[in-house]
């Protein structure tokens, strides 16, 4: 299983991006799926996550100015992100819980990540 995301890259403040995460490999369903940043020096953290039955969470920074989205159908997962602020540098990681084919139980897959960084 691999999850490639796509979409990161330099914007102005104010701007907005749109990243893109796709699942693909021998997936039986997916479950949760998210998007975490970790900026430099700091922590990995939970960015926006939503359910296989579309209901979503957010960090309080982003309330607002982010939106996730998803596509079962396609096995992909979306962050909107508008209003841009120099502070959402970081890089974006996509996570996903997966259930593979012929395996039982879910695990957790990471994307590569994508730079983001906000700068006039």
């Known amino acids: 299983v691999q999850l490639q995301a796509s979409g990161g890259g330099l914007v102005q403040p104010g701007g907005s991006l749109r990243l893109s995460c796709a699942a693909s490999g021998s997936i039986r369903s997916i479950h949760d799926m998210g998007w975490y940043r970790q900026a430099p020096g700091e922590q990995r953290e939970l960015v926006a996550g939503i359910t296989s039955g579309g209901s979503t969470n957010y960090a309080d920074s982003v309330t607002d100015r982010f939106t996730i989205s998803r596509d079962n159908a396609k096995n992909t997962v979306h962050l909107q992100m508008n209003s841009l602020k120099p502070e959402d540098t970081a890089v974006y990681y996509c996570?996903?819980?997966?259930?593979?084919?012929?395996?039982?139980?879910?695990?957790?897959?990471w994307g590569q990540g994508t730079q983001v960084t906000v700068s006039s």
């Open positions: 996570n996903a819980l997966i259930v593979r084919r012929g395996v039982i139980g879910a695990t957790y897959h």
